[in-house]
């Protein structure tokens, strides 16, 4: 494998950041709505960094492409840091968060989420082999999801104490002696602004030789976004599979940070430990899918990969709106990480062989816009006070259901002409981005 270094080193910075950001995105979704009794709060909040990101959609997806891949995780990390560093130090000095830094610190981890990963698989697919697409996806996901794993294991023992009920216990403390109380908001945010330091000081000694060439791009930004928006005008089915092929993972924005801790809350009547532990099984669900999903579709197209997948996610949604057993819930947030990771696998791997990489983060800047405004919808729609009374979460899960087997359609519909298409192959420029499949 070409780059391997660089890519381990990616890999690894991935992991240190990642690491302490999943706490973070566990506690503060929690520290709304079960702390401070701010669901309808933080809905809003929720509600108005999509927006944001809607137009820094827009932004990214022409940084990604214009600029060194390797300095946009750099300055990310730093500014990240920073905001974490000077929330946490508000903290310490006032004796807890103000929920305004909260609402910070989610927004900021979350614009940055939004640049990282696009950023993350355009990076892989510079520096990578067509050969080694599948292995590195797989990869991305497996580490990602590990890592999440680990960050909801140790968000169960920090929110709850590692004497705390549920997952907690008194020999998590003699493994983990820093898990003994209760960690206040502040600390876990020192924590994640370290691992972006970290993070930085890794990505610094990344030496990589692009395999993919990129030329330089000029002209605005709403430009440089049209130009990848023509590009899927240009060839409708890779815009068509694109967006079909994303319902799940809009569905998991919206599950994770607003559903689930009101779903746990209100419907199961359980606390922080349930809910961090959740995220156990949701990403063990995930790293499952990684170290399976090629294999099991191996010789099959991606498409139907992703409608199988799909429908597995949508299936788990309606079981889930008549669950009320945590053991059962655990199982189906399992299958749901299954699923979601599993077709995000099969979408991003056949994604890298449609698209040649000089345009990958306009294209998904295309497909992130889309995206930012399905999830807006919802996101405004469950912020109802409706959803947040007594046990109305729970209509939430038909509904989420529902937009996922409706969103599957197009990729049923034009299942044979996906299948027959055949991408584009120069990478060099776009003279020869003439005649592409019309549907």
């Known amino acids: 494998m070409k780059n391997r270094s ?21 506690a503060i979704p929690w520290y709304f709505v079960n702390m401070v009794r701010e669901a309808s709060l933080f809905g809003v909040i929720y509600g108005g960094v999509t927006f944001a990101t809607l137009f820094w959609g827009l932004y990214t997806g022409t940084l990604i492409d214009k600029y060194n891949r390797k300095n946009i995780f750099m300055i990310t990390s ?87 009920e549920g ?16 960690w ?26 692009p395999i993919a060439v990129r030329k330089p791009e000029s002209g605005t930004i709403w430009e440089r976004f049209i130009t990848g928006y023509n590009f899927l005008k240009k060839y409708p089915l890779i815009l068509i599979f694109g967006t079909s092929s994303f319902s799940v993972f809009v ?11 009101l779903y746990i809350d209100k419907w199961l009547g359980r606390g922080a430990d349930v809910f961090a532990a959740s995220e156990i099984f949701f990403a063990g669900g995930a790293v499952l899918a990684g ?38 819930f655990y199982f189906l947030y399992f299958i749901l990480g299954l699923s979601n990771a599993s077709v995000r696998i099969m979408r991003i791997t056949h994604l890298f062989h449609l698209i040649p990489n000089y345009i990958f983060g306009r294209t998904g800047g295309v497909f992130g816009v889309i995206n930012l405004i399905l999830r807006f919808s919802f996101i405004g729609l469950f912020s109802l006070p409706l959803f947040a009374e007594n046990k109305n979460v729970i209509f939430s899960f038909p509904i989420l259901g529902l937009f996922i087997l409706f969103s ?6 034009f299942y044979g002409k996906l299948n027959s298409f055949k991408p584009p192959q120069s990478e060099q420029g776009k003279d020869d981005y003439e005649s592409g499949m019309q549907v």
């Open 251 to 261: 569905t998991i924005m919206i599950v994770g940070y607003q559903v689930v801790p």
């Open 408 to 413: 599957i359609i197009p990729l049923m519909l």
């Open 291 to 328: 170290i399976v999903t090629t294999t099991l579709f191996r010789g099959r197209s991606a498409v139907i990969a992703v409608i199988i997948m799909s429908v597995v996610a949508a299936l788990t949604y309606f079981a889930g709106s008549l669950n009320s057993y945590v053991p059962l």
């Open 167 to 182: 997952m907690g216990g008194e020999w998590l403390v003699e493994i983990f002696p820093f898990a003994a109380r209760r």
């Open 78 to 164: 730093l500014c990240g840091g920073i905001i974490l560093v000077i929330s946490s130090g508000v903290g310490y000095f006032s004796g807890q968060i103000p929920l305004f830094f909260a609402g910070l610190v989610f927004a900021a981890t979350f614009l940055i989420y939004s640049i990282h990963y696009p950023t993350l698989y355009a990076f892989a697919h510079e520096i990578s082999e067509p050969k080694d697409y599948a292995r590195i996806t797989s990869l991305i996901e497996i580490m990602g999801q590990t890592t999440n794993m680990i960050s909801g294991a140790l968000a169960t023992i920090l929110l709850a104490g590692g004497t705390g």
């Open 6 to 26: 660089a890519i381990l080193l990616l890999f690894s910075a991935n992991i240190i950041s990642g690491f302490a950001q999943g706490i973070t995105m566990i």
């Open 184 to 209: 206040e908001l502040h600390e876990v945010f020192l924590l994640d602004g370290i691992t972006y330091i970290l993070a930085i000081g890794l990505i610094a000694f990344i030496r990589f030789k």
